[in-house]
């Protein structure tokens, strides 16, 4: 991407985040959580404090989102950005719309810091980056350090490139689409209402578990989940399609990049329900087995190509916005069939002392939808492995399938809820 001036106040949205804008409402807001558990209470003036020095070292958190004639783009925000005490529900929608406030909000209460971002602006990566060093500002002035800097420092260009973009290449890419899955279905929650179940593990036990079993850990924890689901669509009989999981993948690890904004993929990990009879290691093994094949270098590279083809598609480029947004809409809900949920894995927070022993533990929440009511988030910080289940759906069978397994297994699990539901696990 070519170097713009400093003083230029706009920029294009990546590849990925072109979609969002499209497809975010009231319901389903495309924004997600990370929040961090400190060892004592948040100093509420303190915290402000950290989020004006950090704020300027990240020119993706100064956007706002403003309405071209064929696509949104991005325009730096003055704005000054708010810490709040939380009163609303996790991964609450933010009006992308509005001219008077950023595309993210950070939020305390009691001993928890937590960061809510609107997708567009940055993936999982860049948002643990930002919430990193809102972190360490925060204990440093904790510490007693005094900020005599609060003005931008120089922006280093990679940080807000198109790493879609700068990495394309015209490869073949697979056109077909993805059946229709297994759809999570019962009676909802109170509207606003999200339901959040947190499991802590200790992570070397899990990951000497995992091994035992030859997969990583990433890949036991996702046959876990899929296998939760798996046996939810059996014992119900009213389905045949195969329950599809969408996992994204960090792009980095595969190519050169230092974007803060998005730069993932995704993968789809699959178990047919034709089969009432699969074990969970016949599924295991399947479950390693997708992941080799498809968490490669080669189908990374062809799913950049599909994304970035179909945005410099002429036709897709020369609809008017209004007529891109609800074509995006339609296409969107159509999508949607062909999955029954997502699995995140944001990997390891790391903090280097002496800060690193004021955490607990950090938490990933993925924002659900009515259409889609069910997601899974797991993070690790220190010797702790966190889970969290976030549901719009009353039953909490899944769930109890889920920590039940991981309990089978011999793994010790700690659960918490936020008490939105009416039963307890």
Known sequence: M??????????????????????????????????????????????????DVTLPQFGNFNFRIRRGFFWYYFETTEERALVQEEALRPCFYIDTRSRHHHLFRVVY?????????????????????????????????????????????????TELEDSYKKHYKKVPFDE???????????????????????????????????????????????????????????????????????????????FESTTNMNFFGHITIEALTTNPDLTFDEMLMSVKKQFKDQVTEENMQRYISKNVSMRNNILTRAIPLPIKNLAVRIIHIKSIQSYTSTLTNVGKFEVDAPYSSKLSHIEVLVNTSRMDPLKCGVCAYGDKFVVTLTSQLEDVSIQKTFFKKLTDDGLHVAIESNGAFYEIL
């Open 109 to 157: 209460y009691k001993r928890r810091i937590s960061l809510e971002a609107f997708h567009a602006i940055a993936d999982g990566t860049g948002a643990l980056n930002f919430l990193k060093t809102l972190i360490i500002n925060y204990l440093k002035l904790v510490e007693g350090e005094v900020f005599s800097d609060y003005s931008p420092r120089i922006k280093v260009n």
């Open 176 to 254: 077909s689409k993805l059946s229709k899955a297994y759809r999570l279905r019962g009676k909802l929650l109170p509207v606003n209402t999200m339901g959040v179940i947190h499991g802590y593990l200790n992570l070397p036990e899990l990951s000497a578990y995992s091994k035992s079993k030859g997969v990583t850990l990433t890949e036991y924890v996702t046959t876990v989940y899929l296998w939760s689901i798996y046996k939810d669509a059996i014992s119900r009989g009213k389905s045949k399609r195969p329950v599809h999981l969408s996992v994204p993948v960090n792009l980095r690890k595969f």
């Open 2 to 51: 070519k170097a713009r001036s400093n003083s230029s106040n706009w920029h294009r949205l990546d590849n990925s985040a072109n979609v969002f804008p499209l497809i975010s409402h009231k319901t389903f807001s495309n924004v997600y959580r990370l929040a961090v558990q400190l060892n004592e209470d948040v100093d509420p003036e303190l915290l402000q404090k950290a989020l």
